[in-house]
């Protein structure tokens, strides 16, 4: 059995390292709102092109 990354869930059959899709979405997410928090050249770059 594997453990999923984002909710510890075991499980045999799943998306990459997730349980489910759900998951891998949710970890996605984080990881974008991670990014973005951190380095604000991410969306400073986009509000450069807006103006």
Known sequence: MT???EC???YEVGT???C???C???NI???VID???KDQS???KFSKKES
């Open 35 to 37: 990014a973005t928090e």
């Open 42 to 44: 991410h969306t400073s």
């Open 3 to 5: 453990e999923c990354k």
């Open 29 to 31: 997410q984080n990881r």
């Open 24 to 26: 891998l979405e949710k």
């Open 20 to 22: 489910s899709q759900k």
């Open 16 to 18: 990459k390292e997730f």
């Open 8 to 10: 510890g869930v075991e």
